[in-house]
């Protein structure tokens, strides 16, 4: 079966005109990607690419089109399979690859992909480009390289593809999460969970460094399989931007710098959804009632295509929906629908192609008005001395009070429906605060600089309240002070090893201990606590034992609260504090012995000798820990193979500059620049990362020169 030549875009039972639109779209765009073969060989006679130290690609275009042709060409060398498979789930083709068990998320991406479709058009020039250059780049690596990817014969890509990626449309099958809540109570709070996803950025103005110039430091926390890629593209007069992709794409979330600004996210969760529920009617089958007028739902039947053993099979599903959103539950009489910011957004591309362009603050700035990408908290500085921070959420301008994640309201009048989100201006956001600092680390607006404090009640109802979880803590120890600092020791105080909760109740915990009966064999376990540095370092002994107790500790408590004193908004920097069960501390304390000597016959351990960075053949111990216990240096372990526990997330990818002219920066990329095991750039930055170093990264043309390691165009 000719793959390419299939009508998996068009719905059953439309209009002929529709079906026929749908199949001349997509024709037409295969003719086009036929036409360009030979073009293609020119494009890649327009970009130049250079790998320097460690594998990191500098793409030089001679315009954007050609430089994502080359950022798509390395993507592929280096992950190869990984940049597909995001294209063919756009285009709602997963199943085709993947069978049956793909087939669910292949309805919905169909529709983000006819959404793509046909909108594209009203994309701005220059991200067509960037979008066109990527799917060219992978359609000329597949055809180049077609014996080591025969999965894959007879796919070819569209921009529209790339743009489909970050393009989605709400069904009923997103209402899987609200289900799930409906069914169960919140399993912890936030403050229990030992891992919290999530990331630290830091932005420093010129009165904090002793070269007089801008700082910011991005540091996401996400899984290391989460594919981000270190990449330099340029084009002349046009673009010089140098940070993270995603692979499989150009526009997930990515943050870096130009020669004039940068920026860095971190996830903020805003509420931007809702679950509303209309009286259906009760005398006409799918309609429901609003405005005491009875109204139709909106029928579609959506067919998908899977891979049967050597077969190709089909099968096709109706899903509902309103003019509000799709229609996730009937029952009792009534109709759910979920309404959610950003439902079919099509512009995110023109947005970050925006943001990578600007020049200044005012420019950056009118590229984040357009609101199309709808969350991510945004921290910024630039070479003109800003330093800007923005909780940039999509919320909903509520008329009525939020429903949150599991309650639906009862709409019975379209004014009680939400139709704006709160304009970019009027969200929280700081300029060049006192003290010279901004933060974030994924904890709500309000904080984010302890000089100027963003009250509550200055902002809706619906944005989070405030919060400081002890990793946000840490963050401000280390930067809300009078310190002035270099780009090296921002770097060097980044990777701060403190344990911030051991900081704040181990005496406690000590005391509750020394005062009771405890067994003589449990004395020097106390010592062992006592002698600890209260650090996540490698070669530190008592972490593993605190680590142990706290994780008992708090899941014996369930839901009580597990601090004597508890977080406070008017004490926010030294609450919570204190134990407040001792009973259950000391049971957990036992326990903790216990299970440490029974896993690994010691509780005298380093806390390299259980946490590990293992990668490939490499195996070294590493230091850092959950953001949960207060820890600012934030790794995610998971159990090895070998009894030990190694690195699955957090700290991966870092990126510190400073705005001088020309920027100055360091990068880590923890698990290489290539997935491939037989890469020399698939660990080679393993051991800098365990030794809490980055490397310089290479911006400008003589730094890439002196670097370089290989000099090529696509294709040669």
């Not at 089109?65 to 990984?82: H, I």
């Not at 399993?187 to 932005?203: F, P």
């Not at 002070?481 to 780009?487: A, E, P, R």
């Not at 934030?634 to 990818?653: H, P, S």
Request: proline share 4%.
């Amino acid at each position: 079966m000719n793959i390419n030549s299939r009508n998996s875009g068009c719905l059953l039972n439309s209009s002929f005109i529709r079906t026929y639109f749908c199949a001349i779209t997509r024709f037409f765009l295969l003719f086009l990607i036929t036409q360009k073969i030979c073009a293609q060989a020119h494009l890649s006679e327009q970009v130049v690419i250079t790998r320097t130290d460690y594998g990191v690609p500098h793409i030089q275009g001679e315009n954007l089109k050609a430089a994502a042709f080359g950022l798509a060409w390395c993507e592929m060398e280096d992950y190869g399979e990984r940049v597909v498979m995001p294209l063919i789930s756009a285009r709602g083709d997963l199943a085709l690859i993947d069978g049956y068990e793909s087939i669910d998320g292949d309805f919905v991406r169909q529709l983000g992909y006819q959404r793509a479709l046909s909108n594209y058009g009203k994309l701005d020039l220059n991200t067509r480009n960037l979008l066109e250059g990527f799917a060219e780049g992978v359609n000329y690596y597949l055809e180049l390289h077609k014996d080591d990817f025969p999965q894959f014969t007879g796919w070819k890509f569209t921009g529209v593809d790339v743009a489909a990626v970050t393009t989605g449309v709400l069904t009923n099958y997103n209402a899987a999460r609200w289900v799930r809540q409906l069914k169960q109570q919140k399993e912890e709070r936030d403050s229990l969970k030992l891992t919290e996803a999530g990331s630290n950025a830091w932005a420093f103005s010129p009165s904090r460094t002793k070269d007089g110039n801008a700082i910011l430091v991005r540091n996401p926390h996400l899984s290391w399989t989460a594919g981000y890629y270190e990449a330099h593209i340029t084009v002349p007069d046009t673009l010089n931007y140098y940070g993270d992709f995603r692979i499989g794409g150009l526009f997930a979330i990515i943050g870096g710098f130009n020669e004039r600004l940068g920026w860095a996210t971190t996830n903020n969760n805003p509420d931007g959804e809702e679950i509303y529920a209309f009286k259906a009617d009760t005398s006409k089958m799918d309609h429901f009632i609003i405005d005491g007028v009875s109204v139709p739902l909106t029928r579609r039947m959506l067919r998908a295509e899977f891979k049967n053993g050597k077969a190709i099979s089909s099968e096709s599903r109706e899903f509902f929906f309103t003019p509000y959103g799709p229609v996730i539950h009937r029952d009792e009489g009534l109709i759910y629908i979920l309404r959610q910011v950003g439902n079919g957004e099509y512009r995110r591309g023109d947005q970050f192609t925006r943001m990578m362009l600007a020049q200044n603050l005012e420019e950056w700035k009118e590229a984040m008005r357009m609101q199309a990408i709808t969350s991510s908290n945004y921290t910024y500085a630039d070479a003109d001395g800003n330093i800007f921070y923005v909780w940039n959420g999509g919320s909903p301008m509520l008329s009525h009070p939020s429903g949150g994640d599991s309650s639906a309201v009862l709409i019975t009048s379209t004014s009680q429906i939400w139709n704006d989100i709160v304009p970019f201006d009027e969200l929280p956001q700081l300029l060049n605060p006192k003290g010279g600092y901004l933060h974030n680390e994924n904890d709500p607006f309000h904080y984010t600089n302890l000089n100027q404090v963003l009250l509550p009640e200055d902002f809706p109802h619906n944005m989070p309240e405030p919060r400081l979880r002890q990793r946000s803590q840490h963050s401000l120890q280390l930067i809300h002070n009078d310190d002035v600092l270099t780009l090296e020791e921002v770097v060097k105080r980044k990777h701060s090893m403190s344990m911030l909760v051991a900081d704040q109740i181990k005496d406690d915990l000590l005391a509750i201990l020394k005062s009771s009966q405890l067994k003589d064999s449990l004395l020097d376990a106390i010592h062992h606590l006592e002698n600890w540095d209260n650090t996540v370092e490698a070669n530190s002994k008592g972490g593993v034992l605190f680590q142990e107790w706290f994780t008992l500790y708090s899941r014996e408590m369930q839901d009580r609260e597990l601090y004597d004193i508890p977080w406070s908004f008017d004490d926010p920097m030294t609450t919570p504090d204190g134990i407040a069960d001792a009973d259950v501390a000391v049971s957990a304390f036992a326990k903790a012995i216990n299970n440490l000597v029974s896993k690994y016959e010691t509780y005298d351990l380093k806390w390299g000798d259980v946490h590990r960075l293992q990668l490939g053949e490499i195996d070294l111990p590493v230091s850092g820990g959950p953001g949960g216990l207060g820890c600012f240096r934030v790794l995610w372990y998971t159990d090895a193979e070998d009894g030990k526990r190694k690195i699955r997330g957090g700290d991966g990818w870092q990126l510190a500059v400073e705005f001088s002219n020309p920027p100055k920066a360091y990068s880590i990329l923890a698990y290489g620049q290539s997935n491939n095991p037989e890469s020399p750039h698939h660990t080679d930055q393993v051991t800098l990362f365990a030794e809490n170093k980055m490397k310089k990264v290479s911006f400008t043309p003589d730094q890439i020169e002196k670097s370089t390691i290989k000099k090529y165009r696509p294709g040669q």
